[in-house]
């Protein structure tokens, strides 16, 4: 088992990487994206996708499935690409992101991508949609949890602040937010811009459970979703603290590559850099 | 004279004609759709009682979520429980919803083209005493925009509550607009109510003028009519409670046989029916036209009866846009 174990860590690992290199071809060749926050999460929506969720990307509509609900919707190419690898589409269909008639918009659309569940981009609502399927599920004593994908940025937002007082009230257990906790947003650093912190303090206040993981230890993020759901009585956070850019020297912690793809020649040098692990391995 | 198919009440002319707000009829259309489909749920922003959802609250109280004031995550909650197959109506004040949370509505209700209805209260200027803070005037235009958007405007308790039933029916994103103050109850039970279909309730011999109205003030275009017809100038009064998909084909015919038109609604003149009716004549069959309504500007405090008066939406007004209008024929 432990050995088992290991080795499918050791897998995830590998989808990261894989996951990670595909965002740079993919952020190419759409000419505009989100850079330092689709890298920086990379392993958050490796850990859903290939380990997490009880979904079947063949039956993208199955009543059972676990939902994620990407709340940060400019996340949306690091989700396209672990659903690519994931099995919902073909990883061709990649090169189409943003462009015309493409099923892959730009931000997410819902009931265009089988296995997209909700729209966003517009910023702080995730929560809120996340929170109406919860209680459906619960009114329909369903077991399927609910996985919100949140940003540290878009704690900004009033519409956050609505949805997290509600679920705190309505003891919504069935529901996982984890917060991508990477310090950057467009104009700048988090605690610059509008700070956040106390940000535990402050959903606990609300009365929800709080963890806080290493947001690259796919491990550490798997723990904190399996004790989430142990949580009975709240709604649980699980912060987990990332590198925006991950893995790619250049992009780590600098805001500015937050809206942008890379260029050309930044392709060439992330590639690299992810393909020898920043320089630990030769490349192939 | 009245149109004898549509079976108005018999009442309408009599001074005690029964009176009654158009948000008493969706609070019982709510329960009448809550006993059919067990998906209805209701959300509410504090104002429970005032929206008339408290009939629901107490008969299903596990399909009813209180939201505190909290319009925008209100919206999107419901999104998230139409997504899993509820059928969820929201009710609030219409400048709050679906005005506070209009990028809401618009982003995650309409572009997902989710089956959320939602209930604005309290339109038009009958919000009276409140002033114009809360007297929604502009709602029907910033929802009328919205692709996939559907749009009821009832003309009295009783039509509201067979919107509301059909809405809750009807598979996709509605707006259900009602009103604070008691107006008079003119249709019945057997009264036609077929989203989509206007419906003509006064026709004069020889019209020279079709009166297009929405909502209560349906009831003042019929005072309005029958004063005129007395006067020797004959017309044709249209309910058009549903705005948006709008029922060119009734529009249009009306325009032909009337060669003039007169809007009549609680609301800005622009952006709402007025602008959907001449949208509707412009491309198909230009034709001179009047508008009644909010002249750009905004509502004050006062009795609802007196506001009427004074922002020109009362019989006397009606009667002048179309007296006026009749002589570009």
Not at chain 1, 233 to 243: M, Q, S
Not at chain 2, 116 to 145: C, W, Y
Request: charged fraction near 25%.
């Amino acid at each position: 088992m432990a050995e088992s174990y290991d080795k499918k860590v050791k897998f995830l690992e590998e989808m990261a990487n894989k996951i990670r290199q595909k965002i740079i071809e993919t952020l190419l060749e759409a000419g505009s994206g989100h850079s330092a926050s689709t890298l920086g999460s990379a392993d958050i929506f490796t850990a859903l996708y290939f380990y997490i969720l009880n979904h079947d990307p063949k039956r993208p509509d199955m009543p059972e499935r676990d939902r994620v609900v990407l709340s940060c919707g400019h996340y949306c190419p690091v989700q396209y690409v672990a659903m690519a690898f994931a099995g919902y589409f073909p990883i061709e269909e990649l090169k189409t992101l943003r462009k015309l008639n493409s099923r892959l918009q730009g931000h997410p659309h819902y009931g265009v991508l089988p296995g997209i569940e909700a729209t966003s981009g517009p910023l702080g609502s995730g929560l809120s949609q996340s929170i109406g399927m919860a209680l459906a599920a619960r009114m329909n004593r369903e077991k399927h949890r609910i996985y919100c994908i949140t940003s540290d940025g878009e704690q900004d937002e009033g519409n956050v602040w609505e949805a997290v007082m509600f679920a705190g009230k309505n003891r919504i257990n069935n529901l996982t937010a984890i917060l991508d906790r990477n310090n950057i947003q467009i104009d700048g650093y988090t605690e610059n811009v509008m700070p956040l912190e106390p940000l535990r303090d402050k959903y606990e206040a609300f009365n929800w459970h709080v963890l806080e993981v290493d947001g690259h230890n796919i491990e550490a993020i798997i723990d904190a979703v399996n004790e989430a759901k142990a949580i009975y009585e709240k709604p649980t956070l699980i912060i987990a603290h990332t590198i925006p850019g991950k893995d790619v020297g250049f992009m780590e912690c600098e805001f500015k590559y937050h809206g942008v793809p890379p260029t050309p020649e930044e392709a060439v040098l992330a590639l690299k850099e992810l393909r020898t692990l920043c320089g630990k391995i030769q490349e192939d | 004279m009245l149109n004898p198919q549509v079976k108005l009440s018999p009442d309408i002319f009599k001074e005690e004609i029964k009176k009654e707000p158009t948000r008493f009829g969706f609070g019982e259309g709510l329960v009448i759709a809550g006993d059919a489909n067990p998906n209805v749920v209701v959300l509410c922003a504090d104002i429970t009682a005032s929206t008339r959802c408290d009939a629901f609250r107490d008969k299903f109280p596990d399909r009813f979520f209180q939201m505190g004031i909290a319009e925008q995550n209100m919206a999107v909650v419901a999104v998230g429980l139409a997504l899993s197959g509820k059928i969820p109506f929201i009710s609030s004040y219409a400048t709050f919803s679906p005005g506070r949370n209009w990028e809401q509505i618009r982003t995650f209700v309409a572009y997902s083209n989710a089956n959320v209805n939602i209930a604005g209260a309290h339109a038009g200027i009958s919000t009276g005493p409140d002033g114009a803070t809360h007297q929604a005037t502009e709602d029907l235009a910033i929802m009328r925009v919205l692709p996939n958007m559907r749009i009821f405007v009832p003309c009295d308790s009783l039509e509201t509550k067979k919107a509301t039933v059909a809405a809750a029916k009807i598979w996709g994103p509605d707006y259900i607009r009602f009103a604070r103050e008691k107006t008079p109850i003119f249709t019945t039970e057997d009264t036609p109510f077929v989203p989509g279909k206007a419906e003509i309730f006064w026709e004069s011999a020889k019209p020279k003028c079709a009166i297009i109205a929405c909502g209560p003030l349906v009831y003042n275009a019929l005072l309005a009519a029958k004063e005129l017809e007395e006067e020797g100038i004959g017309t044709i009064v249209v309910n058009n409670h549903t705005l948006k998909p709008i029922d060119e084909k009734t529009i249009i015919d009306v325009a032909k046989r009337c060669r003039t038109v007169v809007t009549v609604e609680e609301h800005q003149v622009t952006g709402g029916l007025g602008g959907a009716v001449a949208e509707v004549l412009a491309k198909n069959l230009p034709t001179p036209m009047g508008f009644v309504g909010m002249q750009d500007t905004f509502g004050e405090s006062g009795p609802f009866d007196q506001l009427i008066e004074k922002y020109g939406m009362g019989v006397g007004a009606i009667k002048e846009a179309v007296t006026k209008i009749v002589k570009k024929r």
